[in-house]
């Protein structure tokens, strides 16, 4: 359903990424600020001069790949806060984008959905 809407989607989030500096605020390996036993297992950053539903910038998960073009975008719903989000990705192997969803659905709070680029 809706291929051609699907191809327009990452190219819109292709020009974000293109038109937008990646502020990597934590670096793989990196604790979360409020979790600490939260380690980043990939760079970890948002989209500078855009805004997400947090009032921050959009937020993006780098790979170790090309990092030039969005591969996937996850789509989160978080119970705790209430909210929904997405989150970039770019440069990630199957193995990584694999890692990224099963960060969003480890805990009972919060559940995602990722959806790959087919381009």
């Known amino acids: 359903m809706g291929t051609q809407w699907d191809k327009e989607f990452f190219r819109a989030a292709d020009r974000?990424?293109?038109?937008?500096?990646?502020?990597?605020?934590?670096?793989?390996?990196?604790?979360?600020?409020?979790?600490p036993d939260f380690i980043y297992k990939l760079d970890y950053g948002y989209l500078k001069g855009t805004m997400s539903m947090d009032q921050g910038g959009i937020d993006i998960w780098l790979g170790s790949g090309d990092r030039g073009t969005v591969c996937a975008v996850m789509c989160i719903i978080d119970l705790m806060k209430k909210d929904s989000e997405i989150k970039l990705l770019a440069g990630c192997t199957e193995e990584e984008m694999e890692t990224v969803y099963e960060t969003h659905n480890e805990k009972p709070f919060m559940k995602g959905i990722l959806i790959k680029r087919e381009e």
């Open 16 to 35: 974000l990424l293109a038109e937008n500096e990646v502020v990597i605020d934590r670096p793989k390996g990196s604790r979360h600020p409020r979790y």
